[in-house]
């Protein structure tokens, strides 16, 4: 079965500093590949998709993410965080044909720090 | 406004107590999803339906029910609440068709059960 893991389950970092949260997926095809972010007491949001093409996708508030099929990965990057994106990310996978029935995974809590 | 809207934000009952959560979408989609988001942020589908019909039903206790009367409503029943079923209740919608479709949140019914 499929399966998504962000091994990270809390990130801090400081206000203007490049972030990187990692994203590893388990499945034996490439799948459709997404980040969503959370904020407080609020629904989650979509910053960026992946299902082929350019393996780095650019999304909203200049975050991006890198998709590595030698390493089952789909990292999101930041070259300079702001307080503001304090938030939970989820990274998510679908598969072909499954109804959008995304699975998530476990959510990695930022932290920004002034 | 265009969003997919829940009601109510907040609702505190006791153990053996029927509740009923309303979900509505204006973005004009055909799917509409019910994900349940545990106290460690955890995500699960719950149910799934398209056009009124049922797609995606993975395995949740019976006390559970969702109810569609149109496409733009999605509402979830739980019969006979229990203490494990205290929880962060999100509501989406989406259109099926594509490849890599958004998936579009409400804010969430938090569930406390006594």
């Known amino acids: 079965a499929q399966s998504v893991t962000q091994p990270d389950a809390r990130v801090t970092v400081s206000e203007g500093a490049s972030l990187q949260l990692r994203c590893k997926y388990s499945?034996?095809?490439?799948?459709?590949l997404f980040w969503y972010v959370q904020y407080p007491r609020q629904g989650l949001q979509l910053l960026l998709k992946?299902?082929?093409?350019?393996?780095v996708v650019q999304g909203v508030n200049s975050f991006e993410a890198e998709f590595s099929k030698s390493n089952s990965s789909f990292h999101l990057q930041k070259a300079s965080v702001h307080w503001s994106d304090s938030a939970v990310y989820f990274c998510a996978l679908r598969l072909s044909g499954s109804f959008n029935k995304l699975t998530f995974g476990a959510g990695t809590r930022l932290a920004v720090c002034p | 406004e265009t969003a997919v809207f829940q009601t109510p934000n907040y609702h505190v009952t006791q153990v053996g107590n029927e509740v009923s959560f309303n979900c509505k979408q204006t973005l004009g989609h055909d799917t509409m999803y019910w994900y349940k988001q545990d106290s460690k942020k955890l995500l699960k589908i719950m149910f799934s339906y398209n056009n009124k019909q049922l797609i995606v039903n993975e395995t949740v206790p019976r006390r559970f029910s969702p109810q569609s009367s149109d496409k733009a409503h999605l509402n979830l029943r739980i019969k006979s609440v229990e203490p494990e079923d205290s929880a962060v209740y999100l509501c989406?919608?989406?259109?099926?068709?594509?490849?890599?479709?958004?998936?579009?949140f409400g804010s969430g019914t938090r569930l406390t059960v006594l």
């Open positions: 499945y034996s095809a490439t799948p459709y």
């Open positions: 992946y299902y082929s093409g350019d393996p």
């Open positions: 989406a919608s989406s259109s099926l068709g594509g490849s890599a479709e958004t998936l579009y």
